[in-house]
């Protein structure tokens, strides 16, 4: 492939030339520093294209807040954390509030996780209050609602102007979600999150769907889905085995943290999946895997390998143990039923 450059050899130049000065000091040039002229080089096409002002600035905004994001993110980037979702409109004496709060506080000072929300009012409100300090708030600027809520650390808010890339600090950031009543906003976040890991464009998660007992959410959408998404093949029943609902917080945190007793992470390498793990399954293991879960490999077997070259070179968790299938990326209720079993085999 050629490389991403402007075809200006002097102006080219004068780009590697830049990034070069603008390395961090003693650090030498990082190995990704050619992304960095990627941007540079775009921006610059960008001019030549003579595009529209609105979205040049819609562009250098979303780049600027995701820089940002990033950056704050990047100080906390060993501990996992889950995104709690629902209502701004959910006053304090509402039960799902006290229950948002109960759950927050259980994740952050029971189970050593963290906690990020919209940083708005409502469950938002009351699941920043139950995390304290452990807590961030990923703020959206609405003319209506814009100051995060007083419960939020002033170091961990991030405020967008852009839906989208808040979205997408959110989908990357969280290890879990947990969503409770809401409106068209909440609707909108747990059908993205369910999307995204339908189709394979995100890791698997655990997907929580969380309410007080009597307040009848939840069971109605699940009901819809069920007697109607299903039986007319607009998703799969094995898609039902992507989201849990509960009314309990000590289930919706054995759920969190029950996902990652022994899955740590997944990617992709020459179009194979790759299942990182913090525990070797046995050959036995593996051969009851691959007679239970045959059904999703398109060629070859589960199989256990160590750290490929490229995760190896990116020092990307060379350490751990592995399982590489050639995964079908349809069934991805299957492969959720796939780390629920790996779970299990944790010591």
Known sequence: MP??????????????????????????????????????????????????????????TALKEMRYAFLVFSRYRDVRKAAVFGSARTPASDPNY????????HLAWERGWMVMTGAGPGIMEAANKGAGERSFGVNIRLPFEDEPNRFVPPDRVINFKY???????????????????????????????????????????????????????WQEWL????????????????DLSLVRFTHDVAEAGNEVTRFYANYHSQRYVDGRLVLRLLHPPTPEQIERLNEAFGDIVVSGRIEAVTATPVEAEEGDHPGLPRLRLHFNRRSLGRLRALIDHLNTLAP
Not at 98 to 105: F, G
Not at 169 to 187: D, I, M, Q, R, W
């Open 98 to 105: 006290a229950l948002a709060e109960a759950l927050a506080a």
């Open 163 to 217: 839906f989208f890339p808040r979205k997408l600090a959110f989908v990357k950031e969280s290890h879990a979600f947990v969503l409770f009543p809401g409106g068209f906003g909440t609707l909108d976040e747990t059908l993205e999150t369910l999307t995204l890991m339908q189709t394979g464009k995100s890791d698997l998660h655990p997907v929580i769907l969380m309410e007080a007992p009597g307040t009848g959410y």
């Open 223 to 238: 009901a819809f889905v069920r007697n109607t998404l299903v039986p007319q093949g607009m998703i799969a029943d094995d």
């Open 3 to 60: 490389p991403y450059e402007l075809g200006d050899p002097a102006l080219d130049r004068q780009i590697r030339r830049l990034v070069a000065a603008a390395a961090p000091e003693g650090g030498g040039l990082p190995p990704d520093a050619h992304l960095a002229e990627e941007m540079i080089v775009t921006a610059l096409r960008l001019l030549r294209d003579r595009a529209d002002r609105a979205d040049l600035r819609l562009i250098n």
